[in-house]
């Protein structure tokens, strides 16, 4: 079964910075398309980035120069470096993956990040 942990979450103050990480295990990870997605309160669930198995990364327009994806295939873990962080950054953010084989989405239970002063 496809398990993913986010951890790193937490409260920060305008300008300040978050690491986030994903740890996946039950699939292989290596050849996955994984990423980051958002959820505001009110809000739809949004892309936020994504990185497929050969490093091509997908940014959202809002996060542009503001984050940045990685991973590290041999610990199975995404990472999402926020700085700048602004108070419309605060939302609840997923780890998401999408397994190779059985071409099914999965998520984590989110981990919150808030950001105010």
């Known amino acids: 079964q496809v398990q993913l942990v986010e951890s790193g979450g937490g409260l920060v103050q305008p300008g300040g910075s978050l690491r986030l990480s994903c740890s996946a295990s039950?699939?292989?990870?290596?050849?996955?398309?994984v990423g980051w997605y958002r959820q505001a309160p009110g809000k739809q669930r949004e892309l936020v980035a994504l990185i497929d198995s050969g490093a091509t990364i997908n940014y959202a327009d809002f996060v542009k120069g503001r984050f940045a994806i990685s991973r590290d295939n041999a610990k199975n873990t995404v990472y999402l470096q926020m700085v700048s962080l602004r108070p419309e950054d605060t939302a609840i953010y997923y780890c998401?993956?999408?397994?190779?084989?059985?071409?099914?989405?999965?998520w984590g239970q989110g981990t919150q990040v808030t950001v105010s002063s």
């Open positions: 998401y993956t999408r397994d190779f084989g059985s071409r099914y989405d999965y």
């Open positions: 039950g699939t292989i990870f290596s050849i996955n398309v």
